[in-house]
T-cell receptor, first 114, second 111 residues
Framework: DTEVTQTPKHLVMGMTNKKSLKCEQHMGHRAMYWYKQKAKKPPELMFVYSYEKLSINESVPSRFSPECPNSSLLNLHLHALQPEDSALYLC?????????????FGPGTRLTVT | GIQVEQSPPDLILQEGANSTLRCNFSDSVNNLQWFHQNPWGQLINLFYIPSGTKQNGRLSATTVATERYSLLYISSSQTTDSGVYFCAVDNRGSTLGRLYFGRGTQLTVWP
């Protein structure tokens, strides 16, 4: 099974709301990623977790707060977002060890900030 | 970071036609993946191909790592092939496999 799941599929939130995006994988992968994709652009890396530790933060504003509660779960907590943060948020995972670097993506959460 | 260039940016085909998409990259890579992004945003893995040639049904891919390019071949196009095709790489020596994406090729297949 090469499935990464993400919830919710769609999210509309106001600029004062707090919400969370959730990502789950059961492939035993030890690296998990958040990407952001704006319309008609390629995905851009936001965060990387390796063995449940934050390893890369691509200078993402603090209104985005990632969390990795265990090896299968990845959350992205959202607070005080701006309309320009509206985008498709994609989660991915990879085995990383043993030379296998293939990344698998979830279906994404389409976020609209009003 | 590594530069990834895809061509052509747009491609319009009639059903049944064949096509070749190209991906050039600026440095040695450990990973090269081809994805198809469907209209709902899902990135579907087509090939994991840091080098060599692979085939899967009507699709095949070749990566010539020494010359820093990869090609994706689509034969007998179908309307369901429409969408954006991305090439993504992570360069040799990078930690944790961060992927750099090209800008994609928008493919439209007409019946």
């Amino acid at each position: 099974d090469t499935e990464v799941t993400q919830t919710p599929k769609h999210l509309v939130m106001g600029m004062t709301n707090k919400k969370s995006l959730k990502c789950e994988q059961h492939m035993g992968h030890r690296a998990m990623y958040w990407y952001k994709q704006k319309a008609k652009k390629p995905p851009e890396l936001m965060f990387v977790y390796s063995y449940e530790k934050l390893s890369i933060n691509e200078s993402v504003p603090s209104r985005f707060s990632p969390e990795c509660p265990n090896s299968s779960l990845l959350n992205l907590h959202l607070h005080a977002l701006q309309p320009e943060d509206s985008a498709l948020y994609l989660c991915a995972s990879s085995q990383w060890t043993g030379g296998d670097r293939e990344q698998y993506f979830g279906p994404g959460t389409r976020l609209t900030v009003t | 970071g590594i530069q990834v260039e895809q061509s052509p940016p747009d491609l319009i085909l009639q059903e049944g036609a064949n096509s070749t998409l190209r991906c050039n990259f600026s440095d040695s890579v450990n990973n090269l993946q081809w994805f198809h992004q469907n209209p709902w945003g899902q990135l579907i893995n087509l090939f994991y191909i840091p080098s060599g040639t692979k085939q899967n049904g009507r699709l095949s891919a070749t990566t010539v790592a020494t010359e820093r390019y990869s090609l994706l071949y689509i034969s007998s196009s179908q309307t369901t092939d429409s969408g954006v095709y991305f090439c993504a790489v992570d360069n040799r020596g990078s930690t944790l496999g961060r992927l750099y994406f090209g800008r994609g090729t928008q493919l439209t297949v007409w019946p």
